[in-house]
């Protein structure tokens, strides 16, 4: 059975938070506030990070075990949020300037942002992002990861490949005293002239803010200069296509990013601790 093209479909309820787990601002609103620039993390933020981010990468497990042909992306959703809240922590994405659920799952030629429903279906041949961001203890910790439905192409078998590695060379181009624009250029070397490196969407950096200031473009950028300093902690995650690296955003949604040739991408994503002498993964990936 052929898969028939991915649209917007009918979404489940707005899922529970348990009363007693403490929100972000923008729980009830959906508006985040504003915007802080990038600062070292105290001891205590540093410490409900790991915390934090140990929960999202439970919680992407969870969801990475629902993964086969036949499961919707709510059910996924639905594993993703259940890890989370037992674990007393908010799903970060859960009413993010609006998003109405509580992770992100991007199928095929979706780059990101793609929102679960009830109906669509992952099919044999399928790849699939999944992106989960966890709030516990006034910081954030989050990660993503791309996953094979079944037996997949070639071609999907080396994107994939390609986009682990390009957040690994990602994370070792990070330095005190390097700047933004090293993680670009180290992404750019890796893959350049193989695969599409998305630019329209980035890294960023994350603590109590979901977003903080800072941007992280994953094809070089020269204007990228911020330089990194030890406590800092920010997100590499990036995007890669087979196709071109432009997308589009689907006005029914206002948020599902897809390519605009209908070419299949694969995200990976890590938050990461800036150190006196590199960098430090906090999350962890599910192993393939």
């Known amino acids: 059975m052929s898969r028939p093209p991915l649209r917007p479909g009918p979404l489940s309820p707005r899922r529970k938070v348990p009363r007693e787990i403490p929100r972000p601002v923008y729980a009830l ?37 629902k993964v086969a042909p036949g499961v919707t992306t709510d059910e996924i959703d639905a594993a993703a949020h259940e890890a989370m809240v037992s674990r007393g922590a908010y799903p970060s994405t859960l009413n993010y ?27 044999e041949g399928d790849i699939v992002t999944i992106d989960v961001t966890a709030y516990y203890g006034g910081v954030h910790g989050d990660l993503n990861q791309t996953f094979a439905v079944g037996a997949v192409d070639q071609h999907s078998k ?54 903080d200031g800072l941007h992280i473009q994953h094809n070089y950028d020269r204007r990228g200069t911020e330089r990194f300093f030890p406590g800092q902690t920010l997100t590499i ?15 029914a949604d206002g948020w599902t990013a897809v390519t605009v040739d209908g ?6 994503e890590h938050t990461i ?6 960098a430090e993964v906090l999350t962890t990936h599910v192993p393939l």
């Not at 609006?98 to 979706?110: D, H, L, W």
């Not at 490949?161 to 070397?189: F, L, M, W």
């Not at 070419?263 to 990976?268: D, K, V």
């Not at 601790?273 to 590199?278: A, Q």
């Open 97 to 123: 300037r609006g998003y109405p659920k509580s992770s992100c799952i991007s199928i095929n030629e979706v780059i990101c942002h793609g929102i679960p429903d009830l109906e669509t279906t992952l099919f």
């Open 263 to 268: 070419s299949r991408s694969a995200q990976e």
């Open 29 to 65: 609103l959906g508006e985040p506030g504003p915007t802080h620039p990038p600062r070292a993390r105290t001891a205590e933020e540093l410490a409900n990070m790991r915390v934090a981010s140990d929960i999202a990468s439970e919680a992407l497990a969870a969801a990475a075990a």
């Open 158 to 211: 080396d994107l994939m490949e390609a986009t682990r590695r390009a957040v690994d060379a990602g994370i070792a181009a990070v330095k005190p005293g390097g700047q933004v624009r090293d993680i670009g250029k180290a992404i750019e070397k890796l893959v350049r002239g193989r695969f599409g490196i998305v630019h329209q969407f980035g890294g960023h950096g994350i603590g109590p803010d979901f977003h």
């Open 237 to 251: 995650e990036p995007m890669l296509t087979l196709g071109s690296p432009d997308a589009r955003v689907w006005e």
């Open 273 to 278: 601790l800036v150190t006196e002498d590199g």
